[in-house]
């Protein structure tokens, strides 16, 4: 019989798996937006991960068990009720991500500023950001990509860069699901 951690493992691994596939096919195919939706997608199932890797091993199991029946994540109360794990929560969470996890978290909270409004058909929705994110988004790939990444950057500018950045996340992903007990 296959445990929970296995199975919540597999569910993961194929999912990472698809959306690789998918990212390379819409990415030879010049269709970006779909590729940064996918890579938002990835970038929040590794805050799930890193959330679910740092709870009690009660909390983990308990987690897993819930992701595998497609339910919603909670913790009991003391006085067991069920207390549904929240985006705010996840984002408190993730403020205390250090390292490359902070950078990378960062990085996707202002690229899915661009996911949401995506037009780059006909202008360039880079230009259009705040400069703090456009900050996050140099900062990582500097730090982690090229280190000669220009400063004024443009969309065209990261596209290169993209498939770098979906293999990064989809290794970091497996090891933290290595990480699962």
């Not at 991960?49 to 029946?69: D, V």
């Amino acid at each position: 019989m296959i445990t929970q951690t296995e199975e919540y493992k597999k569910m993961i691994s194929h999912r990472l798996e698809e959306n690789v596939k998918s990212f390379k096919l819409l990415y030879a195919i010049q269709h970006y937006g779909n590729c940064i939706s996918i890579m938002c997608q990835e970038l929040d199932q590794m805050i799930s991960l890193l959330f679910i890797l740092n709870s009690s091993a009660i909390q983990r199991k308990q987690f897993m068990e819930s992701s595998n029946n497609s339910h919603k994540l909670f913790i009991l109360s003391r006085e067991g009720k069920k207390e549904y794990i929240t985006d705010e929560i996840l984002l408190k969470y993730a403020d205390t991500l250090t390292g490359w996890d902070k950078s990378i978290y960062e990085f996707g909270f202002a690229f899915s500023k661009l996911s949401n409004n995506f037009n780059y058909g006909s202008k360039d929705p880079i230009k259009s950001m705040g400069e703090a994110d456009r900050t996050k988004l140099l900062n990582y790939v500097q730090a982690y990509h090229s280190p000669e990444f220009p400063p004024d950057f443009s969309l065209n500018d990261l596209i290169p860069i993209l498939p770098a950045i979906i293999e990064q996340i989809s290794l970091n992903l497996k090891k933290y699901m290595e990480k699962l007990q």
